[in-house]
């Protein structure tokens, strides 16, 4: 029993920090400067629901007021912007609500924009997104906006896309936190691909793929600052099903992370449980 308990705290080293972490901003209470139509009411950028929105009246200078229900520690905000999103806004953190911290100001948002923001942990019960200025006529519209304690994996919770997905396994599945999901794709004569976008360009030099049970062969790990022009960090030819696999390198600035999933290990397709980045 002792060995194998080592033999799972040692893969769990290997794999890095990856774990689920609380998002204290579901179903808390919101309040807002304003709302467009009824139908698109402050509280649901808190439902945990992508397809449901915010939308504030059609002036700048607006904001949104989300209230954790007591003293947090806080370290990441994440943005989900609908079309109409903030091109100016800061977002704010406070005890009080009456005393605010600025922790993010931007001032090129962009539409459709899902924006991760780590700032040095903080504790607050209040987080504000002060939203200045629009990038349309309309009011401004958030689908979601998500807080979470400090975390280690900077992967987490972010944006996901692939080339396909299974049922059930969809990309996003790889950047919940946890080895109980993952995306899967199907085998096929082209390649499939999984791609992270980090929310901001960071520079970083830790990448963990945590393979699952169909994994993948032969496969490249890309990164870029624009979602253009990738740059290759990691190439195998003789991968495993089921191998936490860390790849390190040095250190350079980023935004997107590309799988590019070029062989399979058998009929069953690909799999990835998760992706990890880190400092």
């Known amino acids: 029993m002792k060995k194998i308990a080592t033999i799972v705290a040692f893969a769990a080293a290997l794999a890095g920090y990856a774990e689920v972490y609380p998002n204290y901003a ?70 009080d609500n009456k005393h605010y911290e600025d922790v993010f100001s931007e001032e ?30 309309y009011g401004f519209s958030l689908w979601e906006v998500e807080v979470y304690p400090p975390v280690k994996n900077l992967a987490y919770r972010c944006r996901m896309s692939s080339s396909a997905a299974l049922p059930d396994h969809s990309a996003a599945d790889a950047a919940d936190g946890s080895p109980e999901t993952g995306w899967r794709a199907p085998a096929g004569p082209k390649p499939q691909w ?33 979602g253009k022009r990738y740059t290759v960090v990691h190439s195998r030819e003789n991968g495993k099903a089921g191998e936490p696999e860390p790849i390190q390198f040095t250190p350079q600035r980023f935004r997107y992370v590309r799988v590019n999933c070029i062989q399979p290990l058998g009929n069953d397709g690909y799999g990835l449980d998760e992706i990890e980045v880190y400092q």
């Open 194 to 226: 999984i791609l992270l976008e980090l929310g901001s360009v960071r520079n970083l030099g830790k990448i963990v793929l945590d393979w699952g049970k169909v994994g993948a062969k032969k496969y490249t790990v890309e990164v870029s600052e624009d």
């Open 26 to 95: 579901l179903h808390c209470e919101v309040f807002a400067s304003s709302q467009e139509w009824a139908k698109y009411p402050p509280e649901l950028v808190v439902d945990g629901i992508t397809g449901t929105r915010w939308s504030s009246g059609r002036t700048d200078d607006e904001w949104i007021t989300l209230d954790l229900g007591e003293q947090r520690r806080i370290g990441r905000v994440i943005l989900n912007w609908e079309r109409s999103a903030g091109a100016r806004y800061v977002v704010q953190v406070s005890p």
């Open 108 to 137: 090129e948002g962009k539409q459709g924009a899902c924006q991760v923001i780590d700032f040095r942990p903080r504790d607050a019960r209040y987080v504000r997104i002060d939203c200045r200025e629009r990038t349309t006529e």
